[in-house]
């Protein structure tokens, strides 16, 4: 398996790309090929820090970067030979299975919009995400893929999410919720209404109806579909406010020296915690409905992220998840 690396994309690039890449390959199976895609002579230089003798990755050049800020739309048309689409190109040209950026979001799906399509009968791709709960991991889709959207591709997200939950989260007959301003049927707006009765009518989803905010973390649903405008905001919230606690926590236990031994003995129900909230543990988000595998990473993402943005990549590719989604529109008339 050959897994492009954008390693000039994210704020901590190319370091803890290079840093993830090599963390991976120590720890999973060596049946996997990193084609790191950047500088050449910057990415050499940063390789020589580490001992990779033996390691099975591969340099392919590239010119230009798109930075964080710039248009996503301008950046890939004008430059050609940047990581971000070169990376997208050995996809396009299967020679490589995967891609993995934490660069420009919007540059990655154009990228990928552009030189490798949607799966047949997709409508929008969408971008799906892992949430911690109370139980285990959901997925929520859309997470900024789609800020506007019609009935019909709500409905796409749900199968889509179902069968990435079904494959990569091993749920035997996940159960899918609408994200609402309320349980009952009644309550929402237009295309909440509308969508609902479209996946309540297949029949062959395991949906449960609409969920609340609350939902997200309870582990009520394995998958919560909603639009990307909205999913972006949860995504968003929730990553801060688990920062937030964490701030707070550490604010706490430092106010005197009895808290602080106090925190001292519950270290370790801590450290769990923390890795349960973190980002970096869940990896990259894949887009799904495109005619490749993407994972897409936090911009800020360091090592750990990058190292399981990977592991996210190599377990949709061994998992064929692109099949099962075509077979999931066709069984439910997409």
């Known amino acids: 398996m050959r897994i492009a690396v954008d390693a000039m994309g994210g704020d901590n ?31 050499k230089r940063e390789l020589s820090l580490y001992s990779v003798d033996g390691l099975p990755i591969s ?5 230009e970067v798109i930075e964080m800020e710039e248009s996503p739309a301008k950046a890939i048309r004008t430059k050609k030979r940047s990581s971000i689409v070169i990376a997208t190109n050995l996809v396009r040209d299967k020679k490589a299975d995967a891609l993995v950026s934490a ?41 900024g893929a789609n800020v506007d959207c019609k009935p019909q591709h709500l409905f796409q997200f749900a199968v889509m999410g179902s069968v990435y939950a079904r494959y990569v989260l091993k749920k035997e007959k996940p159960k899918v919720g609408l994200l609402s301003i309320g349980e009952e049927r009644t309550k929402g707006n237009g295309l909440v209404f509308s969508a609902h009765k479209l996946i309540e009518d297949s029949r062959l989803l395991n949906f449960i109806g609409n969920v609340e905010g609350r939902d997200i973390v309870n582990g009520k649903v394995d998958v919560i579909v909603c639009d990307g405008f909205v999913g972006n905001i949860v995504l968003k919230f929730g990553e801060s406010f688990a920062e937030m606690i964490m701030h ?30 973190d980002y970096s543990e869940y990896g990259g988000a894949p887009l799904l409905g ?19 943005g990977v592991n996210v990549a190599s377990e949709f590719v061994s998992n064929k998840v692109n099949v099962a989604i075509e077979e999931g529109l066709r069984l439910y008339g997409c």
């Open 103 to 143: 660069g420009n979001t919007g540059a990655v799906m154009g990228a990928c919009f552009m030189s490798l399509g949607r799966l047949k009968g997709i409508l929008r791709p969408a971008i799906a995400t892992l949430l911690p709960t109370l139980r285990t991991p959901s997925v929520l889709l859309d997470v």
């Open 290 to 308: 495109i005619d490749g595998v993407c994972i897409i990473c936090h911009g800020s993402s360091g090592a750990l992220a990058i190292k399981n």
């Open 59 to 63: 340099i392919e050049p590239s010119k």
């Open 248 to 277: 707070e926590l550490k604010e706490e236990f430092s106010r005197n020296l009895l808290l602080k031994i106090g925190s001292f003995l519950v270290r370790s129900g801590f450290r769990r915690f923390r890795k349960r909230v």
């Open 13 to 43: 690039a190319p370091r803890a790309i290079i840093e993830g890449v090599i963390a991976y390959l120590k720890e999973e199976k060596k049946d996997r090929e990193i084609i790191l895609v950047g500088d050449e002579e910057v990415v």
